[in-house]
């Protein structure tokens, strides 16, 4: 089949892109490479997808595409791209989100329908059910994001949905419970973590560790990312893929210092503004639909991002 893949560049994009690939796919990326961190990183992240002769890249903004013209040359669209991270949603940098989150989803929607695609995968977030005691969440449970981020990740949600009603555009939709591994954002805890441990370096940690997610290994997503991409039975639904466990923070220090030998320094900060105290994903209609079953244990997980940290650390290091 053929795939246009949006946010190839990134930490799941690039990931899935690699998986298409080798499943003997036609895959088109784009990326447009914010700058929300350095884009070293993301070149590195799509280097061997641009050694296959399947792959095509397109650097550009979603919405300076060709989208009608692009959209008529691909059978599915995973749609990746998004501007990241909860904490950094607030104030002035909001216009990022709406234009990434919401334009672009809403522009690619727009020229699906004209174009016929066959199907649009949706990467969604758990962020859009805020903070809640009701666990774990399941995908009728009330949504109510606590941050700018979650609220143009629901936003695009809803736009795909209504493309779906409205004109039988067929979407899906995947709420990902916080993903890690190799690659991870360089803001991203597991990420600082690590990097803090193997490099002597303070661990800056907002809240007291005893806030719990449902941490979901990237090789999982990816999976269950390309499963609905194919699932006749996925078409218009919206589907949570989360780990399996729900971990405290503090647990989490405590395997890394255990993986990689060394004494966690821990600085305590104030909680975030829009980070939530817990989640944990009902999966059970994901493992229904798409066959969704992780297979990485959180601590077996930690241990290969600890090894791919160890390993790209020189080029990780100015981050």
């Not at 904490?87 to 709406?98: D, I, K, L, P």
């Not at 419970?177 to 303070?202: C, N, S, W």
């Amino acid at each position: 089949m053929r795939f246009l893949v949006t946010g190839a560049a990134g930490f799941i994009g690039s990931a899935v892109c690699e998986r298409l690939l080798a499943q003997g796919h036609e895959v088109v990326g784009v990326d447009c490479f914010t700058d929300y961190y350095p884009r070293r990183l993301k070149e590195a992240n799509l280097a061997p997808s641009r050694d296959h002769r399947s792959f095509r890249f397109l650097e550009d903004d979603i919405l300076d595409l060709d989208l009608p013209r692009l959209l008529g040359e691909v059978e599915v669209v995973i749609h990746l791209a998004a501007q990241a991270g909860v904490r950094a949603s607030w104030g002035a940098e909001f216009t990022h989100y709406t234009h990434h989150n919401i334009l672009a989803t809403q522009a690619l929607l727009e020229a699906a329908k004209e174009a016929g695609l066959g199907r649009l995968v949706y990467a969604s977030s758990s962020s859009v059910y805020g903070d809640t005691d009701d666990l774990p969440m399941r995908e009728d449970s009330l949504c109510r994001p606590v941050s700018p981020y979650g609220v143009t990740k629901l936003a695009a949600e809803h736009l795909c949905s209504l493309y779906h009603h409205n004109f039988g555009l067929d979407t899906v939709s995947l709420r990902y419970f916080t993903v890690y591994g190799p690659r991870q954002r360089p803001d991203m805890a597991f990420h600082r973590f690590i990097k803090a441990l193997l490099t002597g370096g303070e661990i800056r940690l907002f809240g007291d560790g005893s806030q719990s997610r449902d941490f979901t290994y990237v090789d999982d997503i990816v999976e269950a990312t390309i499963a609905a991409a194919a699932v006749p039975q996925a078409r218009g639904g919206i589907f949570n893929l989360g780990g399996g466990a729900r971990v405290s923070v503090n647990q989490v220090i405590a395997w890394l210092e255990e993986i990689t030998g060394r004494r966690a320094v821990v600085r305590r900060l104030e909680v975030a503004k829009g980070d939530v105290r817990q989640t944990e994903a009902d999966t059970s209609r994901a493992r229904r639909v798409l066959g969704f079953a992780p297979r990485y244990h959180l601590k077996r997980g930690l241990a290969r991002e600890v090894a791919w940290v160890e390993e790209n650390l020189s080029l990780l290091q100015e981050t």
